[in-house]
């Protein structure tokens, strides 16, 4: 419980505790979540779709409302930064999600926290970008753990232990373990790294920290805004049931991965596979391709 004798803590406790109510409010009025539901493979939306054609039979569902784009200045007198967190974060979707493990130099601090600015962006060698929001000189503590030993455990996440992962992101102050908050389970068996790799989840990856790059706030000019961070896999975990027979790959229905959405949303998969398309095949090469750019500027032609 927050100290209430600080008036400015006991305020943003009573307006998360109303924020609270209002949101168990909403989620009692909609259905309870499908356990049945499996990944699905269906279709793409248009399986005939060929090259030239541009959107599909579902656009038209999509812009019931007006379509006019409205252009937006992110630096607007009228706009504050969280504005901008709010479009941004609602408009890059769906976000994988890393649940990354960091301990301090000594080992004596362990954390947990997710983050969804996270990808992985090359292959030999892999590497994987987290982004931590937050200045170096206030640093997560996942970023001070990281810049301090070097070292984490990214944790993917599955359907099966999500709200452990929610409550992982808890503002405890460094100390707290949030694997005592999430109930989560540590394992003490990672070949390359120090913190511990999370049981619960079906795929893990050891890294080790390749480099930083730390952002100059435009807001505050001279204040360091936020940080990249590029690790290098240095070590897989997978759950046995998740290879796939070749033992190549994962399979997405016992992955079952959960992504973030816009504000506190999450999403779930519903998968179709569309092949990549091959020049000569699918556009006819050059003679084809001279021939959809004919036909396209013809439709802008008629449009103007
Ligand atoms: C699903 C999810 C994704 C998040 N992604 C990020 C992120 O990409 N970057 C970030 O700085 N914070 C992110 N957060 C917030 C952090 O998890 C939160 O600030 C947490 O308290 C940081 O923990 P730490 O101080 O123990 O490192 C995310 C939170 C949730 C619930």
């Known amino acids: 419980m927050a100290n209430l004798n600080d008036p400015k803590r006991a305020e943003a406790a009573l307006k998360a505790a109303t924020r609270r109510v209002e949101f168990k409010n909403a989620e009692a009025s909609r259905p309870a979540f499908d356990e049945s539901i499996t990944v699905q493979f269906t279709q ?50 769906p976000r994988p999600i890393a649940l990354v493990s960091t301990c301090s130099r000594d080992g004596k601090i362990e954390n947990l926290a997710p983050f969804s600015f996270f990808q992985f962006v090359n292959v030999d060698p892999p590497v994987i970008t987290l982004a931590v929001t937050s200045p170096i000189s206030a640093a997560k503590d996942t970023l001070r753990n990281l810049l301090d030993t070097g070292e984490c455990v990214i944790n993917i996440v599955s359907e099966g232990f999500i709200e452990a992962v929610n409550a992982s992101s808890a503002n405890a102050p460094y100390g707290a373990s949030e694997w005592d908050i999430s109930g989560l389970t540590p394992v003490y068996d990672t070949k390359t790294v120090s913190p511990p790799r999370v049981k619960e989840s079906i795929f893990s990856i050891e890294a080790k920290l390749e480099s930083v790059r730390n952002f100059t706030s435009r807001l505050n000019p001279g204040t360091k805004s936020g940080s990249l961070q590029l690790v290098e896999a240095a070590h897989f975990w997978a759950r046995e049931d998740v290879l796939t027979p070749d033992g190549k790959s994962l399979d997405i229905s016992i992955l079952r991965p959960v992504s973030r959405l816009g504000g506190i949303s999450y999403g779930m998969t519903h998968v179709f596979d569309l092949q990549r398309p091959d020049f000569d095949l699918d556009v006819g090469g050059l003679e084809g391709y001279a021939k959809l750019k004919r036909e396209r500027e013809q439709k802008e032609r008629s449009a103007a």
Do not use: M
């Open 44 to 93: 793409p939306p248009e399986p005939d779709w060929v090259c030239g054609s541009g959107s599909n039979k579902t656009s038209a569902k999509a812009s019931a409302g007006p379509t006019q784009h409205i252009s937006i200045d992110p630096y607007a007198a009228d706009r504050t930064l969280f504005d901008n967190y709010r479009l941004l974060v609602s408009g890059i979707v």
